[in-house]
Structures are given as C-alpha cells and as structure tokens.
Nanobody, 124 residues
Framework: VQLQASGGGLVQAGGSLRLSCAASGRTFSSYSMGWFRQAPGKEREFVAAISWSGDITYYSESVKGRFSTSRDNAKNTVYLQMNSLKPEDTAVYYC??????????????????WGQGTLVTVSS
C-alpha cells in the first residue's frame, strides 16, 4: 500500500489543523493505521493509532484530549485532527500502515508502510 500524507502547514499556538493520509490499494480497510512525528533533532515518536475498523483509537499522553484520529475506509483515508496546538507539536508528521493480528500498534517497528511526511509548524 502507498501512503500520501497532506495537510501540514504553519499555524499559531492554539490553532487547529487536520492532516490526511490517502492510501492506495483495495485492502486499506484491513490495515491498522498510525501517526508518528519527528521534531528536529529528536527521535520519531508515536502520536496516535486507529484500528482497521476505526472502532479503537489510542493516543500518546502528550496529545490525548487535543488530537483525534479517524478513518473513512470508503475513501481510503485516515485523518488526524489536531486542536489546541502547541509549539512543541512542531514536527514532520508521518502516517503508517500495518496489517496484523492486533487492533492497535504503537511501536514504529510494527509498521510496514510509511507516508512521506508532512510538516506542521506551530508558532508561539
């Protein structure tokens, strides 16, 4: 499966952005999806994940209550709604896909496919 992330940009602190990740292929609905981010000089970190059905979601503590992820399997797209953005949310955001036996994966080692990343910059 090929993934294309979009929706990044420059936003002021407190603002919102919605990232999209469009997937190719007919079996998108069988993949669990994840969002990760990597800030300059830092390691990539887990942000959010969603099960193949969309019924189960999981978030890192740093974004819980501010970010939400959802998916539209008919459109082969997963979303990351980011509210109350903070300067520390500045990073390149990646979407990833995995087909496995679990509903949720929060380790980047578990994911098989990655999008190219989209830059989110939050100004103070």
């Amino acid at each position: 499966v090929q993934l294309q992330a979009s929706g990044g940009g420059l936003v002021q602190a407190g603002g919102s952005l919605r990232l999209s990740c469009a997937a190719s292929g007919r079996t998108f609905s069988s993949y669990s999806m994840g969002w990760f981010r990597q800030a300059p000089g830092k390691e990539r970190e887990f942000v959010a994940a969603i099960s193949w059905s969309g019924d189960i979601t999981y978030y890192s503590e740093s974004v819980k209550g501010r970010f939400s992820t959802s998916r539209d399997n008919a459109k082969n797209t997963v979303y990351l709604q980011m509210n109350s953005l903070k300067p520390e949310d500045t990073a390149v955001y990646y979407c990833a896909a995995v087909k496995g036996t679990m509903d949720i994966y929060y380790s980047d080692y578990a994911y098989d496919y990655w999008g190219q990343g989209t830059l989110v910059t939050v100004s103070s």
